[in-house]
């Protein structure tokens, strides 16, 4: 088996190889919604080229998109380059995950995929924490059920929306301040952005903790979530496979409808 699994969030895009024993190769593209078939095979085929491999070895693709207008061009890459049919998380795939949330269909691929992704590894129950353009804290009880969850803007959509609606204050990038208190603008900024994340992250935790009533491992993933990393007690694991783990237990379950 050799495995192309790609992972489209709102800001960037993973493609993933599984040679069936280990993932052998990552890459991430900006998510661009109107890029084609052909420009993402021109861009893959030179990645591939790079790690000695060819499109004709990929023996199957698995596609999961939050973004809609995307997928039939990430559907067209694996029918006209890799001559496979994907499977696409949503189109009749079984995810193998009870998800008791009022409406079930509501809740998005990413979140499913990491909460499938973070129980082959993870015991008890979970809470979630997925650092991207938004941030959400999800649910995975005991049994491996998705129970629901919150949904916060991410933190560069807080940076973003500080330099456009003030006009005096600059685009700045992430970084961890050594001290709280700034001493200049683009410091009071990156502080309040930081540690104002960190302490949503805390906030949220307790009061989910609380809520459940029992105890509770918190995983951190996502592309900003290693930010966070020896910032909070909060957040017990950083875990960077988590979606694509659960991309590739998803294929394993369902391998058999592109047969």
Known sequence: MMLLAIEQGNTNTLFAVHDGAEWIAQWRAATEASRTADEYAVWLNQLLAMKGLRFEQLTGCIISSVVPQ????????????????????????????????????????????????????YPGDLIVIDSGT?????????????????IAPGINLSL????????????????????VIGKGTVEAMQSGVFWG?????????????????GPMTV?????????????????DHFDSDLTIRGLLEIWRRNAHLTD
């Open 134 to 150: 938004a941030t959400t804290f999800d649910i995975v009880a005991e049994d491996g059920a998705f129970e629901g969850g919150l």
């Open 160 to 179: 973003q929306a500080l330099h456009e609606a003030a006009a005096k204050l600059p685009r700045i990038a992430i970084q961890r301040p050594d001290k």
């Open 197 to 213: 994340y960190v302490s949503l992250i805390e906030g949220l935790v307790g009061r989910i903790k609380t809520e459940w009533g």
């Open 219 to 235: 995983i951190g993933t996502g592309g900003v979530a290693s930010l966070f990393e020896g910032a909070t007690d909060s957040i």
């Open 70 to 121: 995307s997928i039939f061009n990430l559907r067209n890459l694996a029918r006209r380059y890799l001559n496979l049919e994907p499977l696409v998380i949503g189109e009749n795939v079984d995810l193998g995950i009870d998800v008791r949330i009022a409406k079930p269909s509501e809740a998005g691929a990413d979140r499913l995929v990491n909460a499938i992704g973070a129980k082959l590894v």
